[in-house]
Protein backbone atom coordinates (compact mmCIF):
# COMPACT_ATOMS: atom_id res chain seq x y z
CA UNK A 1 0.00 0.00 0.00
CA UNK A 2 3.09 2.25 -0.71
CA UNK A 3 1.20 4.41 -3.65
CA UNK A 4 -1.78 4.89 -1.26
CA UNK A 5 -0.78 8.41 -0.32
CA UNK A 6 0.21 8.98 -3.95
CA UNK A 7 -2.94 7.37 -5.12
CA UNK A 8 -4.87 9.63 -2.77
CA UNK A 9 -2.86 12.86 -3.83
CA UNK A 10 -3.96 12.31 -7.45
CA UNK A 11 -7.63 11.98 -6.63
CA UNK A 12 -8.97 15.33 -6.48
CA UNK A 13 -7.17 16.16 -10.11
CA UNK A 14 -8.98 13.18 -11.28
CA UNK A 15 -11.62 13.81 -10.09
CA UNK A 16 -12.11 17.20 -11.90
CA UNK A 17 -10.40 16.10 -14.91
CA UNK A 18 -13.36 13.18 -14.90
CA UNK A 19 -15.72 15.70 -14.52
CA UNK A 20 -14.58 18.50 -17.00
CA UNK A 21 -14.16 16.00 -19.59
CA UNK A 22 -17.61 14.35 -18.91
CA UNK A 23 -19.35 17.63 -18.95
CA UNK A 24 -17.28 18.44 -22.18
CA UNK A 25 -18.40 15.72 -23.83
CA UNK A 26 -22.20 16.21 -22.70
CA UNK A 27 -21.90 19.91 -24.18
CA UNK A 28 -20.65 18.55 -27.79
CA UNK A 29 -22.34 15.08 -28.29
CA UNK A 30 -25.84 15.22 -27.85
CA UNK A 31 -27.64 11.36 -27.72
CA UNK A 32 -26.03 7.96 -25.95
CA UNK A 33 -24.05 6.51 -29.15
CA UNK A 34 -22.55 10.06 -29.61
CA UNK A 35 -21.13 10.42 -26.31
CA UNK A 36 -20.01 6.82 -26.03
CA UNK A 37 -18.18 7.45 -29.55
CA UNK A 38 -16.71 10.55 -28.08
CA UNK A 39 -15.55 8.97 -24.54
CA UNK A 40 -13.98 6.41 -26.39
CA UNK A 41 -12.24 8.46 -28.14
CA UNK A 42 -11.37 10.78 -25.03
CA UNK A 43 -10.28 8.01 -22.89
CA UNK A 44 -9.20 5.57 -24.84
CA UNK A 45 -7.27 7.26 -27.66
CA UNK A 46 -6.17 11.12 -25.69
CA UNK A 47 -5.88 10.30 -22.04
CA UNK A 48 -4.96 6.35 -22.73
CA UNK A 49 -7.01 5.31 -18.97
CA UNK A 50 -8.40 2.63 -20.68
CA UNK A 51 -7.53 0.13 -23.31
CA UNK A 52 -9.77 -0.59 -27.33
CA UNK A 53 -10.68 -3.97 -25.39
CA UNK A 54 -12.19 -2.41 -21.49
CA UNK A 55 -13.98 0.38 -23.75
CA UNK A 56 -15.72 -2.26 -25.56
CA UNK A 57 -16.30 -4.03 -22.13
CA UNK A 58 -18.01 -0.80 -20.60
CA UNK A 59 -20.34 -0.66 -23.98
CA UNK A 60 -21.73 -3.77 -23.35
CA UNK A 61 -22.58 -3.17 -19.94
CA UNK A 62 -23.77 0.15 -20.89
CA UNK A 63 -26.36 -1.66 -23.37
CA UNK A 64 -27.54 -3.95 -21.78
CA UNK A 65 -28.24 -1.83 -18.25
CA UNK A 66 -31.63 0.27 -18.29
CA UNK A 67 -31.52 4.10 -18.43
CA UNK A 68 -29.96 6.76 -20.25
CA UNK A 69 -27.13 5.38 -21.96
CA UNK A 70 -25.20 8.85 -21.32
CA UNK A 71 -25.49 9.00 -17.49
CA UNK A 72 -24.59 4.47 -17.64
CA UNK A 73 -21.47 5.08 -19.26
CA UNK A 74 -20.31 8.50 -17.38
CA UNK A 75 -21.04 6.33 -14.17
CA UNK A 76 -18.69 3.20 -15.19
CA UNK A 77 -16.13 5.15 -16.83
CA UNK A 78 -15.95 7.03 -13.80
CA UNK A 79 -16.18 4.15 -11.40
CA UNK A 80 -13.42 2.55 -13.46
CA UNK A 81 -11.47 5.76 -12.76
CA UNK A 82 -11.71 6.98 -9.68
CA UNK A 83 -14.12 4.77 -7.75
CA UNK A 84 -17.46 5.80 -6.41
CA UNK A 85 -16.20 9.51 -6.22
CA UNK A 86 -15.70 9.32 -9.65
CA UNK A 87 -18.72 7.99 -10.99
CA UNK A 88 -20.20 10.97 -8.91
CA UNK A 89 -18.29 13.31 -10.80
CA UNK A 90 -19.04 11.56 -14.38
CA UNK A 91 -22.44 11.56 -14.11
CA UNK A 92 -22.56 15.32 -12.54
CA UNK A 93 -20.44 16.36 -15.31
CA UNK A 94 -22.55 14.84 -18.10
CA UNK A 95 -25.79 15.66 -16.67
CA UNK A 96 -25.34 19.60 -16.26
CA UNK A 97 -25.41 20.51 -19.86
CA UNK A 98 -28.66 18.61 -20.68
CA UNK A 99 -30.80 19.79 -17.32
CA UNK A 100 -29.25 23.99 -18.28
CA UNK A 101 -30.21 23.42 -21.89
CA UNK A 102 -34.40 21.89 -20.94
CA UNK A 103 -34.10 24.96 -18.64
CA UNK A 104 -33.09 27.25 -21.21
CA UNK A 105 -35.74 25.70 -24.00
CA UNK A 106 -38.70 25.96 -21.03
CA UNK A 107 -37.66 29.48 -20.46
CA UNK A 108 -37.93 30.44 -24.12
CA UNK A 109 -39.97 27.88 -25.68
CA UNK A 110 -41.71 30.29 -27.80
CA UNK A 111 -39.29 32.28 -29.31
CA UNK A 112 -37.20 29.00 -30.26
CA UNK A 113 -40.09 27.09 -31.69
CA UNK A 114 -40.96 29.99 -34.09
CA UNK A 115 -37.62 30.61 -34.95
CA UNK A 116 -36.57 29.39 -38.86
CA UNK A 117 -32.90 29.56 -38.20
CA UNK A 118 -33.22 27.08 -34.78
CA UNK A 119 -35.44 24.74 -37.11
CA UNK A 120 -32.20 24.37 -39.87
CA UNK A 121 -29.66 24.49 -37.06
CA UNK A 122 -31.87 21.29 -35.68
CA UNK A 123 -31.87 19.53 -38.83
CA UNK A 124 -28.07 20.54 -39.11
CA UNK A 125 -27.60 18.78 -35.37
CA UNK A 126 -29.82 15.88 -36.90
CA UNK A 127 -27.28 14.78 -39.56
CA UNK A 128 -24.49 14.89 -36.92
CA UNK A 129 -25.71 12.53 -34.75
CA UNK A 130 -26.52 10.08 -37.18
CA UNK A 131 -22.82 10.40 -38.61
CA UNK A 132 -21.41 9.75 -35.10
CA UNK A 133 -23.80 6.63 -34.26
CA UNK A 134 -22.50 5.09 -37.84
CA UNK A 135 -18.72 6.10 -36.22
CA UNK A 136 -20.31 4.49 -33.15
CA UNK A 137 -21.45 1.01 -35.03
CA UNK A 138 -18.20 0.80 -37.73
CA UNK A 139 -15.85 1.15 -34.58
CA UNK A 140 -18.11 -1.73 -32.81
CA UNK A 141 -18.17 -3.75 -35.83
CA UNK A 142 -14.07 -3.38 -37.00
CA UNK A 143 -13.66 -4.33 -32.77
CA UNK A 144 -16.04 -7.43 -32.57
CA UNK A 145 -14.78 -8.91 -36.04
CA UNK A 146 -10.59 -8.41 -35.64
CA UNK A 147 -9.76 -10.96 -33.19
CA UNK A 148 -12.80 -13.91 -34.42
CA UNK A 149 -13.68 -15.14 -37.76
CA UNK A 150 -17.70 -16.69 -37.80
CA UNK A 151 -18.45 -16.26 -33.82
CA UNK A 152 -19.18 -12.19 -33.86
CA UNK A 153 -20.50 -12.25 -37.22
CA UNK A 154 -23.00 -14.52 -36.46
CA UNK A 155 -24.23 -13.38 -33.43
CA UNK A 156 -24.97 -9.83 -35.13
CA UNK A 157 -26.61 -11.16 -37.77
CA UNK A 158 -28.95 -13.12 -36.08
CA UNK A 159 -29.03 -10.23 -33.40
CA UNK A 160 -30.12 -7.80 -36.00
CA UNK A 161 -32.83 -10.59 -37.86
CA UNK A 162 -34.22 -10.63 -34.83
CA UNK A 163 -34.92 -7.17 -34.23
CA UNK A 164 -35.84 -6.69 -37.66
CA UNK A 165 -38.01 -9.45 -38.57
CA UNK A 166 -39.67 -10.67 -35.33
CA UNK A 167 -40.84 -7.68 -32.94
CA UNK A 168 -40.43 -9.46 -29.92
CA UNK A 169 -38.97 -7.84 -26.78
CA UNK A 170 -35.35 -6.93 -27.15
CA UNK A 171 -34.88 -8.81 -23.36
CA UNK A 172 -35.12 -11.46 -24.65
CA UNK A 173 -32.35 -11.27 -27.37
CA UNK A 174 -30.41 -9.89 -24.00
CA UNK A 175 -30.87 -13.01 -22.51
CA UNK A 176 -30.53 -15.38 -25.14
CA UNK A 177 -26.63 -13.21 -26.63
CA UNK A 178 -26.28 -13.90 -22.72
CA UNK A 179 -26.63 -17.90 -22.59
CA UNK A 180 -24.30 -18.04 -25.91
CA UNK A 181 -21.84 -15.74 -24.50
CA UNK A 182 -21.95 -18.16 -21.23
CA UNK A 183 -21.74 -21.02 -23.32
CA UNK A 184 -19.15 -19.88 -25.85
CA UNK A 185 -16.94 -19.13 -22.85
CA UNK A 186 -17.17 -22.45 -20.83
CA UNK A 187 -15.68 -24.20 -24.40
CA UNK A 188 -12.98 -22.03 -24.48
CA UNK A 189 -12.41 -22.64 -20.78
CA UNK A 190 -12.64 -26.65 -21.92
CA UNK A 191 -9.98 -26.15 -24.66
CA UNK A 192 -7.90 -24.47 -22.67
CA UNK A 193 -7.98 -26.70 -19.69
CA UNK A 194 -7.54 -30.04 -22.12
Known amino acids: MANEPQRLERLPSRLLALFLATFTISATANSGYAIIAVMRDDFVNKRKWFTEDEMNDYIAIVQSCPGPMAVT ?3 IVGYQSAGLLGSLAAVLGV ?3 PFAVMVLVTV ?3 AIVSNPYVTIFMRGMQMGV ?3 L ?3 CI ?8 KSKAYPLAIMLLAF ?4 ITGCSIMWLALGCGVV ?3 KALLVKREVEA
Open 73 to 75: SSM
Open 181 to 183: GAV
Open 161 to 164: LYVR
Open 130 to 132: VAM
Open 108 to 110: FYQ
Open 139 to 146: GLFRDATK
Open 134 to 136: LDV
Open 95 to 97: IIP
